[in-house]
């Protein structure tokens, strides 16, 4: 079945740039889906922040959309999120998951923005 | 986008019982593009309803979600002891695909 696992990296500097990605197991990327990242700061709600399609086109959320990059690299089974000048406001866990209605999702990764 | 509000913030029952949780959106969500998930402390979201009635794959039928346009439901009949965490509901109509903000189940 289809796994998905976070990586990046744990800790942030505020006004760099966080990079993050999910490697997808057990599917192909070429068959389609959309690839999703939400976050969820800590004692917080959900927040969608966008997806790409396997052809590459991407939507992201516009309250992030000026700071936010989706890619996908079909080569690896990879996609990612790049997002810059980072604040506090940041700090988060940050889950891949898959499609419109999200069926599986990474175990998500804690990324603290801190000087 | 579409502003999804769920209430109560809190609910506090005993096991056993029956749970209405609400979910309102601000204007229709198209082909009842809903879905609720569930969250226990430390986990990713786990998926429960799509299609506003729907269950996912492996969840008891003690779930149960209804609702159509702006006002959808989540309802667990029975209550068991590992029900007691957070849900929310998500809209995947329109995007950006919001979630609402969430209720928190606690034993009373």
């Known amino acids: 079945q289809v796994q998905l696992q976070e990586s990046g990296p744990g800790l942030v500097k505020p006004s760099e740039t966080v990079s993050l990605t999910c490697t997808v197991s057990?599917?192909?990327?070429?068959?389609?889906?959309?690839w999703v990242w939400v976050r969820q700061p800590p004692g917080k709600g959900l927040e969608w922040i966008g997806n790409i399609h396997h052809t590459g086109n991407t939507y992201s959320n516009p309250s992030l959309k000026s700071r936010v990059t989706i890619s996908v690299d079909t080569s690896k089974n990879q996609f990612s999120l790049k997002l810059i000048s980072v604040t506090a406001a940041d700090t988060a866990v940050y889950y891949c998951?898959?499609?419109?209605?999200?069926?599986?999702w990474g175990q998500g990764t804690l990324v603290t923005v801190s000087s | 986008e579409i502003v999804l509000t769920q209430s109560p913030g809190t609910l506090s029952l005993s096991p056993g019982e029956r749970a209405t949780l609400s979910c309102r959106a601000s204007?229709?969500?198209?082909?009842?593009?809903l879905a609720w998930y569930q969250q226990k402390p430390g986990q990713a979201p786990r998926l429960l309803i799509y299609?506003?009635?729907n269950r996912a794959t492996g969840i008891p039928d003690r779930f149960g979600g209804s609702g159509s346009g702006t006002d959808f439901t989540l309802t667990i009949s029975r209550l068991e002891p590992e029900d007691f965490v957070v849900y929310f509901c998500?809209?995947?109509?329109?995007?950006?695909?919001?979630f609402g903000q969430g209720t928190n189940l606690e034993i009373k």
């Open positions: 057990g599917y192909s990327f070429s068959s389609g889906y959309h």
């Open positions: 204007q229709s969500v198209g082909g009842n593009s």
């Open positions: 998500q809209q995947y109509d329109e995007s950006p695909y919001t």
């Open positions: 998951t898959k499609g419109y209605y999200h069926s599986v």
């Open positions: 299609g506003a009635s």
